[in-house]
């Protein structure tokens, strides 16, 4: 990473080759403006900050580093850092979504003394088999100490929202107020489930428009929204392709009741489905879903109300994309 602070650093230019890692980020900025680690925020204490700054190395390019143990791991992929030694372990590619079935407590592991060897080139594991067991054993404890236990390989079934808690559980009817934005585990679960998402408007006569409601963005989610005089239901499958129906005619001013229903062809992952539009329950337009996303919509994005308050779900408005008539709810229902 690149590090810009012309009234402190003098090096310009320079390079740092002590230990670092991204949870010394936030601990840097701290010490660099004199602020200490929160201790407690709004009544609730804090976890200390596990990084350590690295704002030692913008006087002295040859201090001794301070960061001296870091573990890693994800989706079963295990490794540790310490005192310029590095032991890691394959479970799999990161970027496969096939589960392994490989034992995640004895992988092939491997050793490499990065002080001499950073780009790892020579594994010495077979050389040193006593100080890879000193690295394993090193991992573990440090597995146990920041709850990295138990070693969880199953990839991206962890983002299932159904697998988490669930504040929606057992419910099927869920009415918002408009400007709402809440994230996904505490929104409505509508993946590969037939429902339908009515909102109470009233449209100018001069033209309204904007969000209705929308969940997810870029890369993955649907909304509902009115553009050009259009009821539009857009779904966004993972940014690899975007579905959008349309209403075939404008929508009616006034006070009125829009509805997207949506039928899916199966309660199963990855099932397309039917979206037919209302305006005061007389059909409007209607069209076709082919396939939708499987476990999450989103990672960071959220659910909203009246707007989108991340990126949008389609290009074919900007956020915010506030909704310019009066909206006095949104509800979604899961229908049998």
């Given at each position: 990473m690149?590090?810009?602070?012309?009234?402190?650093?003098?090096?310009?230019?320079?390079?740092?080759?002590?230990?670092?890692?991204?949870?010394?980020?936030?601990?840097?900025?701290?010490?660099?403006?004199?602020?200490?680690?929160?201790?407690e925020v709004s009544g609730i204490g804090q976890k200390p900050m596990e990084g350590t700054s690295f704002v030692y190395t913008f006087d002295d390019a040859n201090a001794e580093t301070r960061h001296n143990t870091q573990y890693f791991e994800m989706f079963g992929n295990q490794g540790i850092y310490h005192d310029g030694w590095m032991a890691s372990a394959l479970n799999s590619i990161p970027w496969d979504p096939t589960p392994s079935t490989k034992d995640l407590l004895h992988l092939d592991w491997e050793l490499y003394h990065i002080d001499e060897d950073f780009t790892q080139a020579v594994d010495l594991a077979a050389d040193m088999p006593d100080k890879l067991q000193e690295m394993k054993d090193l991992f573990y404890a440090q597995a146990a100490k920041y709850d990295v236990l138990p070693l969880d390989a199953r990839k991206t079934e962890r983002f299932r929202v159904e697998l988490r808690p669930s504040l929606t559980e057992g419910r099927t009817?869920?009415?918002?107020?408009?400007?709402?934005?809440?994230?996904?585990?505490?929104?409505p679960d509508v993946k590969h489930k037939n429902h339908t998402i009515t909102a109470d408007v009233t449209i100018a006569d001069d033209g309204t428009e904007g969000v209705l409601m929308t969940h997810?963005?870029?890369?993955?989610?649907?909304?509902?929204?009115?553009?050009?005089?259009?009821?539009?239901?857009?779904?966004?499958?993972?940014?690899?392709?975007?579905?959008?129906?349309?209403?075939?005619?404008?929508?009616?001013?006034?006070?009125?009741?829009l509805k997207a229903v949506y039928k899916t062809d199966a309660d199963e992952p990855f099932s397309g489905g039917n979206v037919t539009l209302y305006a005061n329950n007389r059909k409007i337009g209607s069209g076709r879903i082919e396939k939708t996303l499987p476990n999450r919509l989103s990672i960071?994005?959220?659910?909203?109300?009246?707007?989108?308050?991340?990126?949008?779900?389609?290009?074919?408005?900007?956020?915010?994309?506030?909704?310019?008539?009066?909206?006095?709810?949104?509800?979604?229902?899961?229908?049998?």
């Open positions: 690149a590090v810009s602070w012309p009234a402190r650093i003098k090096d310009k230019g320079a390079t740092r080759y002590q230990f670092s890692h991204v949870i010394d980020i936030a601990p840097t900025i701290l010490e660099a403006i004199g602020i200490p680690a929160p201790v009817t869920f009415s918002y107020p408009n400007h709402l934005r809440i994230t996904e585990g505490s929104a997810g963005g870029r890369f993955g989610g649907y909304g509902l929204y009115i553009k050009d005089g259009k009821l539009v239901y857009s779904y966004n499958l993972a940014d690899t392709a975007h579905y959008d129906v349309v209403s075939t005619e404008s929508i009616p001013t006034g006070k009125i009741k960071d994005e959220t659910f909203d109300i009246g707007f989108d308050t991340g990126t949008p779900v389609t290009e074919a408005y900007e956020t915010p994309f506030d909704f310019t008539g009066n909206l006095d709810q949104v509800t979604i229902n899961l229908d049998s």
